[in-house]
DNA sequence: ATAACTGCTTACTTAAGGGTAAGTACTTGT
DNA sequence: ACAAGTACTTACCCTTAAGTAAGCAGTTAT
């Protein structure tokens, strides 16, 4: 995947924010450019690796793939291969995903309301 | 502050993620590095630059001033200075930031569960 | 006189994240 | 025979975000 410097100022910082603020530690989770629009996608239930590509226009695979890897170490996502040709993969919130959904819901609902707010 | 490359791949995917989904808008208003923990900061009361600064360990004054800068361009916060010397400038939620709180609060609990999950 | 405080600004460098494009193995459809 | 589908992997390059380090202007404390 991507190599990280242990011993860059970016680094050390990254910890200290995770440790010192709650916030800072969800966002390490479910930050970034892909990784809400992943979870944004599994939220309407269990979805296939090749549907998740066609719902999210502009991801590419390496993306896609990186980001679910990223899920699954954090254990929010889990993934459900069935050994078949052509190959049926299946990615789903875990548990622990499922508890982030209503978090994910308060944030979805805030962004929609400004959207709004926006229009008028 | 920082320029943006107008035609790149990435800045075309970055607008198309905020107007195709409202994680991800969101994200990009309170994401980042250093945007939750100035937030998580001001969420206890208005602040002044530099007890901003003392709060947050591993923080330059480049991206603290940046991150306020771009959090007052999103209307979240706002800027009171009073035109004395030394000078005294504070930082504090606007009506919108405040309607950001619940959601902050949410995120910063599942954290926080997390954590203490992540001990037993 | 000089250090220290206030709230910034600027130019330069480095590192992380993302994009491009190709390849893999195996099978069904035409 | 060849394209198209499945779910990935890999190598290389480019863009953005972050870090480093310095400076400014005006005042009080030592």
């Known amino acids: 995947m991507t190599q990280i410097k242990e011993n860059s100022t970016w ?3 990254k910890e200290l924010s995770m440790q010192a603020c709650p916030v800072s530690f969800v966002m390490n989770k479910i930050g970034g450019h892909w990784k809400p629009i992943i ?3 599994l939220m309407s239930g269990p979805k296939r690796y090749s549907e998740l590509r066609r719902a999210i ?3 590419t695979e390496k993306m896609l793939i990186q980001h679910l890897k990223q899920l699954q170490a954090d254990d929010l996502v889990s993934r459900k291969a069935e050994a078949v040709v ?3 993969v299946v990615y789903q919130f875990t548990t622990k995903g499922e508890s982030l959904q ?3 819901k308060a944030i ?3 962004g929609y ?3 709004n707010a926006e229009m008028i």
Chains 1, 2 share one sequence.
Do not use: D, R
């Open 11 to 13: 680094n050390f910082n």
């Open 102 to 104: 209503p978090v994910l």
């Open 39 to 41: 979870l944004y996608q």
């Open 57 to 59: 226009p502009g991801i």
């Open 113 to 115: 309301e400004q959207w």
């Open 108 to 110: 979805a609902a805030w």
């Open 86 to 88: 052509p190959p049926y």
